[in-house]
């Protein structure tokens, strides 16, 4: 079983910066692909940012050149760094992984719960 727990959300004013975390825990062989995800009330969940386990990246057209994702694999957590924040940022962003486990022995797409994004006056 693993689990992914993110961190880092909040209130912000526009303009200003926010970094997210995700911290996977358990039974972890590696971790491929990750990404972050954002869901807006009322909206369908979008892909904000990826990276492979290899740090390619890639971004939806409405955050480039101002979020930034990483990933320390030593710690099995992966950032978004959040820059320039907009009131339309305003969302639950999601961890996803895709997770080999030790036991039993197999790749499977795990979803964190979310943290809170609100960017507004």
């Known amino acids: 079983q693993v689990q992914l727990v993110e961190s880092g959300g909040g209130l912000v004013q526009p303009g200003g910066s926010l970094r997210l975390s995700c911290a996977a825990s358990g039974s972890i062989v590696s971790i491929d692909t990750m990404g972050w995800y954002r869901q807006a009330p009322g909206k369908e969940r979008e892909s904000v940012a990826g990276?492979?386990?290899?740090?390619?990246?890639n971004y939806a057209d409405s955050v480039k050149g101002r979020f930034t994702i990483s990933r320390d694999n030593a710690k099995n957590t992966m950032y978004l760094q959040m820059n320039s924040l907009k009131p339309e940022d305003t969302a639950a962003y999601y961890c996803n992984a895709v997770v080999l486990t030790r036991w039993p022995a197999r790749h499977d797409n795990y979803w964190g719960q979310g943290t809170q994004v609100t960017v507004s006056s």
């Open positions: 990276i492979t386990s290899g740090g390619s990246t």
